[in-house]
């Protein structure tokens, strides 16, 4: 529980049994609507360590997936263990899975959302209804982050064969083997930290991940510890190396994101395709709900090789989300659809 929050309330209770009851109402209200609730941080003053959170109000939601539906596909709960870690996940099975190998996508929660959450937000599971797709949602364990954060800006979980990386790869592979999952169609996409962790695994793992979403969220390697985090999310990750990771991307950001500097979302893209390519640039200005701004990096064959949304006018959540979840934003372009769209067009060659 936040400090703030915590001592208002305890506050409350001792003016309560003192007998000042309007003393004890006002207090009440001032954590309620004036403190920062647990799992909630201010805008200018984003935490770390563990404790990066995003920068919009937090609510309580349900843990647990809503009952499934004959005929709408399965949503079921799982758990991964390596040996040496463990976490929970939820997995979107589709309406007619194991008639042929179908395309799996992992989807990376940000801070302080579980899976369920993060499905009735996105709304993932809708789109990978009608295209066929597996989803798997992935929790991060509250003692390996107290926040609910991946550990992104760990330098213990950057590097292939260790820390989540290791441990998302393994829950990935397995679920593949359980399951009739295409593996040149298997894909991964996150929110804030996770997808952060999202450009990691695309940068530790790229025999597994064929493209890489990221919305919100840092390049691979923009920090490698707590004083760098706060810099790469204030105004941007250290400048990398101009050798490209050769990954389809594709990023959503933002350009009023003040948790994450919408400066990572550009070098998300220039780590994927470091170097000359051609770039077409497509401005939108939608009659109703945020314009937004979609950069084409092509490879010198012309196939895209990136792109890069900029939702105008769009803070620190996902676009085109339900308000079913946390930290979405209904009036953007549809983060989910485009996404899946360009995984779709992005299978391992």
């Not at 395309?103 to 209804?129: I, K, S, W, Y």
């Not at 992104?152 to 790869?169: I, N, Y």
Request: aromatic share 6%.
């Amino acid at each position: 529980m936040h400090p703030d929050f915590q001592r208002l309330l305890q506050d409350a209770t001792r003016l309560t049994r003192s007998g000042d009851l309007r003393g004890a109402t006002a207090a009440i209200h001032a954590a309620l609507n004036g403190a920062v609730p647990e799992g909630a941080t201010a805008p200018r003053h984003p935490a770390l360590p563990g404790e990066i959170v995003v920068d919009v109000e937090a609510r309580e939601l349900p843990s647990q997936a809503p009952a499934n539906q004959v005929g709408q596909g399965q949503f079921i709960s799982g758990r991964f263990d390596c040996g040496t870690s463990a976490r929970e996940y939820m997995l979107f099975i589709p309406p007619h899975a194991g008639d042929e190998p179908l395309p799996l996508v992992m989807m990376l929660h940000g801070c302080t959302q579980n899976p369920a959450d993060f499905a009735a937000g996105t709304r993932m599971n809708e789109a990978a209804r009608t295209r066929g797709c597996y989803v798997l949602y992935p929790a991060q364990s509250r003692k390996a982050n107290p926040q609910g954060c991946w550990n992104w800006f760990k330098h213990s979980h950057q590097a292939r064969g260790r820390g989540e990386p290791a441990l998302l790869a393994g829950m990935t592979r397995e679920v593949m083997a359980r399951h009739r999952v295409d593996p040149a169609r298997v894909f991964v996409a996150g929110l804030s930290a996770g997808g952060a962790m999202a450009a990691i695994l695309g940068e530790t793992y790229p025999e597994l991940f064929a493209a890489v979403g990221v919305h919100s969220g840092l390049a691979a390697g923009a920090a490698g510890d707590l004083p760098s985090a706060l810099a790469a999310m204030r105004s941007g990750g250290a400048a990398k190396p101009a050798t490209a990771t050769g990954r389809p991307t594709i990023v959503f950001h933002g350009d009023a994101d003040a948790t994450v500097h919408p400066s990572n979302g550009a070098q998300v893209v220039a780590a994927s395709v470091a170097g000359a390519t051609q770039v077409e640039v497509e401005r939108v200005k939608a009659p109703s709900g945020r314009s937004y701004t979609r950069q084409l990096h092509r490879a010198a064959g012309g196939k895209v090789q990136a792109e890069h949304w900029v939702v105008h006018g769009a803070a620190h959540a996902w676009s085109g989300g339900s308000a079913e979840g946390s930290y979405t934003d209904g009036a953007g372009p549809d983060a989910s659809g485009e996404m899946l769209r360009f995984f779709l067009e992005h299978p391992r060659s």
